[in-house]
Nanobody
Framework: QVQLVESGGGLVQPGGSLRLSCAASGSIASINYMAWYRQAPGNQRELVARITSGGNTVYADSVKGRFTISKDNAKNTVYLQMNSLKPEDTAVYYC??????????????WGQGTQVTVSS
């Protein structure tokens, strides 16, 4: 059983910063990658950032230069540092940890979601 717990969301003014955290507990043998997604009301869930087990990163064009994804392998934790926040960043943010299962399959574990609101 794997459990993901997110924290760090809240209300911030445009131009401000937040850092999200997602900590995984339980039995995790091998992680394929970790990622952050977000979903605003009426919108599709979209990939924000992803980091592989080797540390390679990808970002949505809309957040490049403003957001940074990182991880702490010892703590099985992934972070999302968000700077220069804009109102259009407002959404529920979900973390994802994809693990390798029985050597031939992968399985996605999702966090509960944390609300980020950017407003003046």
């Amino acid at each position: 059983q794997v459990q993901l717990v997110e924290s760090g969301g809240g209300l911030v003014q445009p131009g401000g910063s937040l850092r999200l955290s997602c900590a995984a507990s339980g039995s995790i043998a091998s992680i394929n990658y970790m990622a952050w997604y977000r979903q605003a009301p009426g919108n599709q869930r979209e990939l924000v950032a992803r980091i592989t087990s080797g540390g390679n990163t990808v970002y949505a064009d809309s957040v490049k230069g403003r957001f940074t994804i990182s991880k702490d392998n010892a703590k099985n934790t992934v972070y999302l540092q968000m700077n220069s926040l804009k109102p259009e960043d407002t959404a529920v943010y979900y973390c994802l940890i994809q693990v390798i299962v029985n050597r031939v399959h992968v399985y996605d574990y999702w966090g509960q979601g944390t609300q980020v609101t950017v407003s003046s």
